[in-house]
Structure formats: structure tokens, C-alpha cells
């Protein structure tokens, strides 16, 4: 039997207890049965967690895109590949076959080839969600570039940051992108990047908004023109499947973000397969991934993992809330959306407007129901299950991080008994382990502790991009032989898994993974602030909100701090983007810290949350009196 489509609760045990009893001939038959390699590897899995190097089938050779297109075109080459949903509901949406998807893939190749790019060099992408970022970055594959996808909504400081970090030698943009009513000038933020970036040699920028943009002389050329005079053919670069396909950032809790790197072959195979389990694709239906191409789920999940498997994938350029907050629903319908995967956020933004908006829409078609970026709480569940899913659509609540690659933990719908905030079982191959704080393994069900992986899986990131040194001292330093994932977790009596949260100094707010120091930096640039410490606090709508406590130099006049405030929030979205701001700025006298001079996060943690009934023994502090005085001003 394949075991690459799995549909009963007794096929995922045995499927599972393969994967992980002989791990090497497990994957072997899943990228021998299910890929096209142009040669065929020496070595499924070399490893060494203390080095750590990590490599899937060495010495195999192939390119990506041929697998998400080439091997489509005789048997799916009309079948729509992209559907593409605009902002604007009057706009009509579009869909790109697989075989079109491959001619503007093929010509977007060439543009890049004809402006000096090839195999190795690195490409940042900074596009809203529009057909040409799912083109660039297959195009980059196709002839062995390294993509990098920066999320349209950063600012240019965090955009600077990310192209010089990975030292790229083009940018690809727009001369701006809608976002429900607004336009947002994407070229002008893109410029005053650039003045940082020396490394980069052109800018190609696609028309969207038909703004009047400044075009630099030399660097910046509009990109349809070279598309339409590029050449419908490109033979795809033969890659290894160790080379790098892509580097994607994510925030570290110190300053720096880290450009996590992911190679091809593994990639490929882990991502495909979990497509198709965790979401049941069948061959007819459409898939509908919300996230943006500019986070990892929307890598693995809009593009890469659909594409191998010959899906339909929408890609949806606006907002829940545009022009009401009916658009998902009404999208649903149109489109006749089978699955649906959304993030906790969204739900809950959505649950406050009640049901009457998604009475107005035929739901039926849908099938799976996913959640994603943050465990989901329970009164969210429930909604999405009762009112989207009618009860009828299992939820699948995955957790996985942009260094698993893919979906770790899972249920599979119409298999694995669901249960409400918990993420269920581990994927198949997928190997958790629950440790304690001196490193022992908790044994047994019942328990909590911190989420390890103890072998590694095909698409886990390789290494920090120019820095693999703190690829180990972050994720394998803590534990000997373990990949610490950085979150903690509950394993229950029949040993589900609930996600707990975030063991470190990183705020998973509306599903973005937000390091803390780095807003800390940008609010500590402020001339009146002597220093500052942000945490996260529960939030209705976004899951966590951002509670900044911050010291002033001057205590001085009250008067005048809502304009510290706004100051101080225009400087975390200049820096960082308005995703960072704080939902609430307590100004204090100090902030409590140890006598070695640590900022105590976890007491301003509970004050931040209202769980004041047990703050520990604050009397070891050195400044134990400031812990009363916050306490008192919260309230």
C-alpha cells in the first residue's frame, strides 16, 4: 500500500510507527514513489544534531519547479493552479492554468537570467499578495536563485535589514498595494530602504496600483515589459537537493532576525506530503490558504506544497474586514472552497460580528477546516466549528514553526479525534519529546514540559543564513541531541499535545512571531526614554497584545505623555511596521529586576495579565517596592 494518502485513524498508527522505526526507507518510498529526480540520491539521511548538519537524500539531483509544474502539463495543464481573488470584490478574479502558471514562470526566468541573476544569488522579494510574487519566487527556483520573501507590510528599516543580511542583488516589488480601502505606497518604503543597501544591483517593479512612482535611473525597471519580451522557455537548473531554496526570517529574541535557511529536496517531499494529508486533497477540490506568501505558511501552503501536488491554490490579495467582514465567506462560496485554512486571529475578529454575515453564504462545500499561527483557544474553536464547520468539517490545529518547514503537529481530518486547543498527534516521522528544566526526558502522559524533536524530519531548516553558530546555540544547545522548538507544552492522558506557548522572549501577536528586543531597541532610541520591557498580554481578537512598560528619563510632567505614547509607537512601526505596535504604554519609575540586573519579564508578564494573586518572592529583587507601585498604576 502507498502510504502517502492516509484516511483511517488505525492507517495513521501503523503509517506513523513505520515512519519512525525505520525513518530512512520510510521517506525513500515517499520521494521514490511520489517526486520526479533528474538523478537519484546516494544517502537518504545524514545527521549530527551536535554539529548540527543535517542532509536529505545527499547527492540526489532535481529542480523544484519541475515537480510543481512541469509533471502537471500533460495531465493537469488546463487545470486552474493559481485562482487569484483580488481586493477589490468588483475586480473580477483570475485563473491561471498550470500550464499558463508555467509560461509566465518560464518568462520570469529569463527576465531574471537577462538582468545577471543565477544559480546561488539572492533575491528579495517585497510584493503584496498578487500573482507575480507566486511567479517570482518559482521563477528564482526555477534557475537555482535563493529567494527571499519579505512580508509587504514591513517597514523599511526591517526591509534594509533583511536584503543586506542576506546580501541580495535585486529587488522585486510594486509600485504600491491595496489593503481593503487603503493603497500603501510599497516603491517609496522600497527607496528609502535602499539607500542602506549597496549590495543591490536592479529593482524590477510590477504596475498594481498605477501609482506615480519615482523610477531610478539605472536600477529600476517596470517588469512587464521585460515579461512580454521574454522567451516562453527556460530548461530549470539542475539543483542538488541540498542546495538552498530559500531564506526566510523570523524574529530572534535578541535584535537580529534570522534568516532561516531551507534547501530543496527535503523541503519538497515534507511539505507535499503533510499537503496532502493534513488537508485531504482530492484532485477536483480547491484549497484556500489566507496567510501571506510572505510568512512560511504561505511558502509551504499557498505555493510550494498545493503546486507538488497538482492543486487548485487561491491566493487572496485583500483583508477579512473588506469591503465587510462577510469576505471570507463570500469568497467561500464563489469559489466553492473545499479547504480553509485561516489563523486563530482572524477567527476571532471574525466571531465578533456575529453570524448573520455568514448566513448570507453557502458554506457547504467546505470539508477541512485549519487553523494556524498560534493555538487556537477554545471559544474560537467552538465558533469556527459550529458556525463555519456546522459541526460536519474537522479543524485541523497545526502547530509548526518557520524552521520545521512543515506541519509537525496535526490532527488528520476524518481520523484523529479532534479536541478543542490541542494540536492532537505528532505528523507522521515527526519524533516530540517533553523535557524538563534539567534536561531530563518527562516520561509518560499527564505532563508538561518543553517541546523537543528528537530526529530530524526532511524539511527542517539547515542553518541560520551566515551564522551557524547561533543555529546551535538556538535550537540545540539547550538540550543535548534535541531540536528545542522554543515552545512549552502539555502532553494529556491519551497523549494529545496542547501547545502552551513560548518558553523565550518572542509574542506571537495576530499569528506574528514578534521578538521582543527588537522592539525594545526602537523604543529605547526615544530621547525621553531611559529604558523599557515589552510583554505580551491576553487579547480578544489578536490572541496577544503588547503591554510596553517603559522608564522615562525626565519623570516630569504627565501632560505631556500621549505624546511620549504616539512617539513612541511611530517609532516601533518606522522601524519594525505597525504589526509591533503596543496596545498599552505604563509609564513607571523602574522596572523590576534581580540583582544581576535582569529586567524580571515574567512578574511584568502577570501584572500585564491581571494575575496578581502570585507574583513568586519578590523581596530577592533589588528594587522590590517598584513591583507595588506598577501594580498600583495598572489599576
Given at each position: 500500500?502507498?502510504?502517502?494518502?492516509?484516511?483511517?485513524?488505525?492507517?495513521?498508527?501503523?503509517?506513523?510507527?513505520?515512519?519512525?522505526?525505520?525513518?530512512?526507507?520510510?521517506?525513500?518510498?515517499?520521494?521514490?514513489?511520489?517526486?520526479?529526480?533528474?538523478?537519484?540520491?546516494?544517502?537518504?539521511?545524514?545527521?549530527?544534531?551536535?554539529?548540527?548538519?543535517?542532509?536529505?537524500?545527499?547527492?540526489?539531483?532535481?529542480?523544484?519547479?519541475?515537480?510543481?509544474?512541469?509533471?502537471?502539463?500533460?495531465?493537469?495543464?488546463?487545470?486552474?493552479?493559481?485562482?487569484?481573488?483580488?481586493?477589490?470584490?468588483?475586480?473580477?478574479?483570475?485563473?491561471?492554468?498550470?500550464?499558463?502558471?508555467?509560461?509566465?514562470?518560464?518568462?520570469?526566468?529569463?527576465?531574471?537570467?537577462?538582468?545577471?541573476?543565477?544559480?546561488?544569488?539572492?533575491?528579495?522579494?517585497?510584493?503584496?499578495?498578487?500573482?507575480?510574487?507566486?511567479?517570482?519566487?518559482?521563477?528564482?527556483?526555477?534557475?537555482?536563485?535563493?529567494?527571499?520573501?519579505?512580508?509587504?507590510?514591513?517597514?523599511?528599516?526591517?526591509?534594509?535589514?533583511?536584503?543586506?543580511?542576506?546580501?541580495?542583488?535585486?529587488?522585486?516589488?510594486?509600485?504600491?498595494?491595496?489593503?481593503?480601502?487603503?493603497?500603501?505606497?510599497?516603491?517609496?518604503?522600497?527607496?528609502?530602504?535602499?539607500?542602506?543597501?549597496?549590495?543591490?544591483?536592479?529593482?524590477?517593479?510590477?504596475?498594481?496600483?498605477?501609482?506615480?512612482?519615482?523610477?531610478?535611473?539605472?536600477?529600476?525597471?517596470?517588469?512587464?515589459?521585460?515579461?512580454?519580451?521574454?522567451?516562453?522557455?527556460?530548461?530549470?537548473?539542475?539543483?542538488?537537493?541540498?542546495?538552498?531554496?530559500?531564506?526566510?526570517?523570523?524574529?530572534?529574541?535578541?535584535?537580529?532576525?534570522?534568516?532561516?535557511?531551507?534547501?530543496?529536496?527535503?523541503?519538497?517531499?515534507?511539505?507535499?506530503?503533510?499537503?496532502?494529508?493534513?488537508?485531504?486533497?482530492?484532485?477536483?477540490?480547491?484549497?484556500?490558504?489566507?496567510?501571506?506568501?510572505?510568512?512560511?505558511?504561505?511558502?509551504?501552503?499557498?505555493?510550494?506544497?498545493?503546486?507538488?501536488?497538482?492543486?487548485?491554490?487561491?491566493?487572496?490579495?485583500?483583508?477579512?474586514?473588506?469591503?465587510?467582514?462577510?469576505?471570507?465567506?463570500?469568497?467561500?462560496?464563489?469559489?466553492?472552497?473545499?479547504?480553509?485554512?485561516?489563523?486563530?486571529?482572524?477567527?476571532?475578529?471574525?466571531?465578533?460580528?456575529?453570524?448573520?454575515?455568514?448566513?448570507?453564504?453557502?458554506?457547504?462545500?467546505?470539508?477541512?477546516?485549519?487553523?494556524?499561527?498560534?493555538?487556537?483557544?477554545?471559544?474560537?474553536?467552538?465558533?469556527?466549528?459550529?458556525?463555519?464547520?456546522?459541526?460536519?468539517?474537522?479543524?485541523?490545529?497545526?502547530?509548526?514553526?518557520?524552521?520545521?518547514?512543515?506541519?509537525?503537529?496535526?490532527?488528520?481530518?476524518?481520523?484523529?479525534?479532534?479536541?478543542?486547543?490541542?494540536?492532537?498527534?505528532?505528523?507522521?516521522?515527526?519524533?516530540?519529546?517533553?523535557?524538563?528544566?534539567?534536561?531530563?526526558?518527562?516520561?509518560?502522559?499527564?505532563?508538561?514540559?518543553?517541546?523537543?524533536?528528537?530526529?530530524?524530519?526532511?524539511?527542517?531548516?539547515?542553518?541560520?543564513?551566515?551564522?551557524?553558530?547561533?543555529?546551535?546555540?538556538?535550537?540545540?544547545?539547550?538540550?543535548?541531541?534535541?531540536?528545542?522548538?522554543?515552545?512549552?507544552?502539555?502532553?494529556?492522558?491519551?497523549?494529545?499535545?496542547?501547545?502552551?506557548?513560548?518558553?523565550?522572549?518572542v509574542i506571537i501577536v495576530s499569528g506574528h512571531n514578534l521578538g521582543t528586543a527588537p522592539i525594545e531597541d526602537a523604543i529605547n532610541e526615544h530621547n525621553a526614554v531611559a529604558e523599557s520591557a515589552i510583554v505580551g498580554f491576553p487579547h480578544d481578537v489578536k490572541g496577544n497584545a503588547l503591554y510596553g512598560f517603559i522608564t522615562l528619563k525626565d519623570v516630569g510632567e504627565t501632560r505631556q505623555h500621549d505624546n511620549v505614547r504616539k512617539e513612541i509607537n511611530q517609532l516601533i512601526t518606522d522601524r519594525i511596521g505597525p504589526i509591533a505596535k503596543l496596545?498599552?504604554?505604563?509609564?513607571?519609575?523602574?522596572?523590576?529586576?534581580?540583582?544581576?540586573?535582569?529586567?524580571?519579564?515574567?512578574?511584568?508578564?502577570?501584572?500585564?495579565?491581571?494575575?496578581?494573586?502570585?507574583?513568586?518572592?519578590?523581596?530577592?529583587?533589588?528594587?522590590?517596592?517598584?513591583?507595588?507601585?506598577?501594580?498600583?498604576?495598572?489599576?
Amino acid at each position: 500500500m502507498s502510504n502517502y494518502h492516509i484516511k483511517h485513524f488505525e492507517e495513521y498508527f501503523q503509517v506513523y510507527r513505520k515512519s519512525v522505526n525505520n525513518p530512512e526507507s520510510f521517506w525513500e518510498e515517499i520521494a521514490e514513489e511520489h517526486f520526479v529526480w533528474r538523478k537519484k540520491w546516494n544517502n537518504v539521511l545524514r545527521w549530527d544534531f551536535q554539529k548540527p548538519e543535517i542532509k536529505w537524500f545527499e547527492g540526489a539531483q532535481l529542480n523544484i519547479t519541475e515537480n510543481c509544474l512541469d509533471r502537471h502539463l500533460h495531465t493537469r495543464g488546463d487545470k486552474t493552479a493559481i485562482l487569484f481573488e483580488p481586493n477589490d470584490p468588483n475586480e473580477p478574479a483570475e485563473h491561471i492554468t498550470y500550464k499558463q502558471l508555467y509560461d509566465r514562470v518560464c518568462k520570469f526566468a529569463n527576465v531574471l537570467h537577462d538582468k545577471g541573476i543565477s544559480k546561488g544569488d539572492r533575491v528579495c522579494i517585497y510584493l503584496p499578495m498578487i500573482p507575480e510574487l507566486a511567479v517570482a519566487v518559482l521563477a528564482c527556483a526555477r534557475i537555482g536563485a535563493i529567494h527571499s520573501v519579505v512580508f509587504a507590510g514591513f517597514s523599511s528599516t526591517a526591509l534594509s535589514t533583511r536584503i543586506n543580511d542576506c546580501d541580495a542583488k535585486m529587488v522585486i516589488c510594486a509600485d504600491g498595494s491595496y489593503r481593503g480601502s487603503k493603497t500603501i505606497d510599497l516603491k517609496g518604503i522600497v527607496d528609502e530602504a535602499l539607500k542602506d543597501c549597496p549590495g543591490v544591483e536592479s529593482v524590477l517593479v510590477a504596475k498594481r496600483i498605477n501609482s506615480d512612482i519615482a523610477m531610478k535611473e539605472g536600477r529600476d525597471e517596470w517588469l512587464q515589459p521585460l515579461l512580454d519580451e521574454a522567451y516562453r522557455e527556460y530548461s530549470a537548473v539542475i539543483m542538488d537537493a541540498e542546495d538552498p531554496l530559500f531564506i526566510l526570517y523570523t524574529s530572534g529574541s535578541t535584535g537580529m532576525p534570522k534568516g532561516m535557511l531551507h534547501t530543496i529536496g527535503g523541503y519538497m517531499v515534507y511539505t507535499a506530503y503533510t499537503f496532502k494529508n493534513v488537508f485531504q486533497y482530492k484532485e477536483e477540490d480547491v484549497y484556500w490558504c489566507t496567510a501571506d506568501i510572505g510568512w512560511i505558511t504561505g511558502h509551504s501552503y499557498i505555493v510550494y506544497g498545493p503546486l507538488c501536488n497538482g492543486a487548485t491554490t487561491v491566493m487572496f490579495e485583500g483583508v477579512p474586514s473588506y469591503p465587510d467582514f462577510g469576505r471570507f465567506w463570500e469568497i467561500v462560496d464563489k469559489h466553492k472552497v473545499n479547504q480553509f485554512y485561516t489563523a486563530p486571529t482572524a477567527i476571532r475578529a471574525l466571531a465578533k460580528h456575529g453570524t448573520e454575515l455568514i448566513e448570507k453564504y453557502d458554506l457547504s462545500s467546505l470539508k477541512v477546516l485549519g487553523s494556524v499561527g498560534e493555538p487556537i483557544n477554545e471559544e474560537a474553536w467552538h465558533w469556527y466549528n459550529d458556525n463555519v464547520g456546522k459541526k460536519k468539517s474537522p479543524i485541523v490545529d497545526t502547530w509548526w514553526q518557520t524552521e520545521t518547514g512543515g506541519i509537525m503537529i496535526t490532527p488528520i481530518p476524518f481520523s484523529t479525534p479532534t479536541k478543542p486547543t490541542y494540536a492532537t498527534l505528532p505528523f507522521i516521522g515527526i519524533q516530540p519529546a517533553l523535557m524538563d528544566e534539567n534536561g531530563q526526558e518527562i516520561k509518560g502522559n499527564q505532563v508538561d514540559g518543553r517541546l523537543c524533536i528528537k530526529f530530524p524530519w526532511p524539511s527542517m531548516a539547515r542553518t541560520i543564513w551566515g551564522n551557524h553558530q547561533r543555529y546551535k546555540d538556538t535550537y540545540f544547545s539547550a538540550f543535548e541531541n534535541m531540536y528545542f522548538t522554543g515552545d512549552g507544552a502539555l502532553r494529556d492522558e491519551v497523549g494529545y499535545y496542547r501547545i502552551t506557548g513560548r518558553v523565550d522572549d518572542v509574542i506571537i501577536v495576530s499569528g506574528h512571531n514578534l521578538g521582543t528586543a527588537p522592539i525594545e531597541d526602537a523604543i529605547n532610541e526615544h530621547n525621553a526614554v531611559a529604558e523599557s520591557a515589552i510583554v505580551g498580554f491576553p487579547h480578544d481578537v489578536k490572541g496577544n497584545a503588547l503591554y510596553g512598560f517603559i522608564t522615562l528619563k525626565d519623570v516630569g510632567e504627565t501632560r505631556q505623555h500621549d505624546n511620549v505614547r504616539k512617539e513612541i509607537n511611530q517609532l516601533i512601526t518606522d522601524r519594525i511596521g505597525p504589526i509591533a505596535k503596543l496596545d498599552k504604554i505604563q509609564f513607571t519609575s523602574g522596572l523590576p529586576k534581580t540583582r544581576s540586573g535582569k529586567i524580571m519579564r515574567r512578574i511584568l508578564r502577570k501584572i500585564a495579565s491581571h494575575e496578581t494573586e502570585n507574583l513568586g518572592d519578590t523581596s530577592t529583587l533589588l528594587n522590590p517596592e517598584v513591583v507595588q507601585e506598577i501594580m498600583d498604576n495598572v489599576k
